[in-house]
């Protein structure tokens, strides 16, 4: 099993005492793809980073591999984290640093020191970063700088990270929340190819919902920190998603009183 989850509670030590997972029941084998969904606040992110071992649940059980993480002293803990790989929504990249640089850093685990701050001068291995950006449309960026990559480029860039790790399960937060329709298929496909090929555990949060019926089996319907529903994709019907969202529209925006829009000048910012 790679990950399994028996009524694990998960708080967030910051903000509201309300749990942010509740009583969670999860199975998830080796090798599975599965697709987290559910509106915004429903605990998809806290789910990716406590399977991540990054949130100490507050209680029930919690087993990765076959282990709990949480039972393991710290470097244990840390060897078990290398065999999973968390692409959190808005990747943390060094900003002055060239991409062939922040793709190489997923080897770091496998490096000695020595190696290590040679790539950060002479990158030891160009033609495998240049490989994993291509997989995902990105070839031409391998020596830009970080912080000149649009939000979708630098997504992008983080995925690539994952192709050059050796995790065993990827954990991905919103692959596709800044890519267009195309990127936003390739990047996916390019994703469970991966996973496929290295019998990897995929699971994948998405606003999404059609993509995440399109492509994945499994779907996990989260809402309110707890699983509405997780079902094989053929199960999952239009009412279900629904009710998953339902109340989840944003009320438009009054206009203020003072200064109706037709007023507003053109160029004005929001
Ligand atoms: N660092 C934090 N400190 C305190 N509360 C948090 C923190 N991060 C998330 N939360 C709260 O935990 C709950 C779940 O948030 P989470 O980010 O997991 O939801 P999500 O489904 O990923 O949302 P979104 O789709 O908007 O990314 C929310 O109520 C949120 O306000």
Redesign the pocket.
């Known amino acids: 099993m790679s990950f399994k989850l028996d009524k694990l509670t998960v708080r967030?030590l910051?903000?509201t005492r309300t749990a942010?997972l509740h009583e969670l029941d999860l199975d998830i084998q080796p090798g599975e793809q599965l697709a987290l969904i559910?509106p915004?606040?429903?605990?998809?992110?806290?789910l990716l980073s406590t399977l991540a071992c990054a949130h100490q649940p507050a209680a029930g059980v919690l087993a990765v591999f076959g282990v709990d993480p949480w039972a393991l002293p710290q470097k244990a803990r840390h060897g078990l984290r290398a065999r999973l790989f968390l692409a959190p929504?808005t990747p943390p990249l060094p900003p002055r640093q060239r991409v062939v640089t922040a793709v190489l850093a997923a080897r770091l685990p496998h490096w000695s020191l020595a190696r290590a701050l040679r790539s950060l001068f002479t990158p030891v291995d160009p033609d495998a970063a240049f490989e994993a950006l291509r997989r995902f449309g990105l070839g031409d960026k391998l020596y830009a700088r970080v912080d000149r990559l649009s939000g979708g480029e630098r997504q992008r860039c983080s995925l690539a990270r994952l192709l050059l790790s050796s995790a065993d399960a990827f954990l991905v937060d919103e692959p596709i929340s800044a890519l267009d329709p195309a990127l936003a298929r390739i990047t996916l496909a390019t994703l469970q190819e991966e996973a496929a090929n290295r019998k990897a555990t995929l699971v994948c949060?998405l606003?999404q919902v059609e993509m995440a019926r399109a492509h994945f089996g499994r779907i996990v319907g989260?809402r309110d920190?707890r699983i509405v529903f997780d079902l094989p994709r053929e199960q999952v019907t239009d009412a279900m998603i629904a009710a998953l969202y339902e109340n989840e529209q944003i009320e438009p925006h009054p206009p203020a009183a003072h200064e109706p829009p037709e007023r507003l000048a053109v160029g004005a910012c929001f």
Request: net charge positive; hydrophobic share 20%; no cysteine.
């Open positions: 967030h910051t903000g942010a559910g915004s606040g429903a605990g998809k992110t806290t929504q949060s606003h989260l920190g």
